[in-house]
């Protein structure tokens, strides 16, 4: 049975992420539900109040689903307003990174990821809670939430200033002091980061978490303890090969609640966005709390509308 048609959706378009003109990506769009009969509506963002203003455009009209047109960051816009609600959540890549949109298998090209709207299968996700905030993709403390914190500030985008700002701060970083309780493991001591998800890879495609499963009710905190330099290279390989979890520096928790204890209040990122989680950060699993628009044909436990 095919899917049940999506009549209106809003497209949340971010208007400078990844450093693209949406100007031709509107129009596209705009061609692509003529074609095919979809009603659109638009919803540009401006980087302030934008999840207040969002709520209040989904209070006053019904969509069949909404789209989130850029980056990670525009994902957990459009994820935080969807949360817990029954309207499904496109996703059409056009960040830098584009985490989310890769772990679960949605096409990285703009027709690609159109023909998702019509040839689509719902796949509700678990997402987390952290302390007053929502993820839905990856939170980081440490090492990767300083790099994203000064990458967020650079006065350029793109992987290569990523990259500089990584071997610049790598150099120099130290390792703080974390102690973590789960409902399935603590652990104490020092660590170079930890990264708090139940998805797999970040945007750069680096696996920090190669046997998550997005909606298993479970998520993974995957730290990476302190090594020596030697080591670095080896780590950066497991990394791009998806085998992490068997480094001697590596440990992963599996659990369904944790209390990090973060002395140093160290920084940290939500989704790509630079976040101070103060000295004690709560995490919770939201089971299946997010419905994503997916291709047809991955098979998974998916439902049909
Ligand atoms: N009109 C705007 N002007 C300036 N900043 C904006 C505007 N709209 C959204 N933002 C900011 O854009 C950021 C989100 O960008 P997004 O993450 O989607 O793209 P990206 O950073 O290029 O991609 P990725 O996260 O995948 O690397 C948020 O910090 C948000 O506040």
């Known amino acids: 049975m095919g899917a049940k048609k999506l009549h209106h959706i809003l497209f949340v378009i971010n208007p400078i992420s ?3 003109d949406k100007e031709t990506v509107i129009s596209e769009i705009e061609t692509f ?18 999840l207040e203003n969002l709520k209040e455009a989904l209070r006053q009209k019904d969509y069949n689903a909404v789209v989130a047109v850029g980056g990670d960051g525009t994902v957990h816009l459009v994820g935080n307003a969807l949360i817990h609600s029954e309207t499904p959540m496109g996703i059409i890549p056009m960040g830098s990174g584009n985490g989310l949109s ?6 990285q090209d703009l027709p690609g990821a159109l023909g998702v709207l019509v040839n689509y299968t719902i796949r509700p996700i678990d997402t ?27 006065s350029t985008r793109g992987p290569g200033t990523y990259a500089f700002v990584a071997m610049q701060q790598y150099l120099s970083y130290e390792c703080r002091e974390y102690k973590i309780e789960t409902d399935n493991g ?15 890879a970040f945007g750069s495609n680096a696996t920090i978490n190669p046997t998550g499963i997005i909606d298993d009710g479970k ?3 995957c730290l990476i303890e302190p090594f020596p330099k030697t080591a670095a ?4 390989y497991r990394l791009y090969h998806e085998s992490i979890g068997a480094s001697d520096y590596t440990h992963i928790i599996s659990c369904r609640e944790a209390t990090i204890y973060n002395p140093n209040q160290e920084v940290g990122h939500i989704d790509g966005e630079p976040i101070d989680l103060g000295e004690r950060v709560i995490i919770k699993i939201l089971p299946k709390s997010l419905r994503l628009l997916l291709p047809k044909q991955i098979p998974d436990s998916s439902e049909n509308d």
């Open 102 to 107: 890769k772990d679960v298998g949605i096409p």
């Open 186 to 200: 603590t652990f104490s001591g020092p660590a170079f980061m930890v990264t708090i998800t139940n998805a797999n």
């Open 219 to 221: 998520f993974e905190i």
């Open 128 to 154: 987390l809670a952290v302390n007053n905030y929502i993820s839905v993709h990856i939170t980081d403390l440490g090492f990767n939430a300083l790099v994203v914190k000064l990458f967020s500030e650079a």
């Open 33 to 50: 539900c003529a074609a095919e009969g979809i009603l659109l509506s638009f919803f540009d963002t401006t980087g302030e109040n934008d």
């Open 233 to 236: 290279l080896g780590l950066l």
């Open 18 to 20: 990844g450093g693209i």
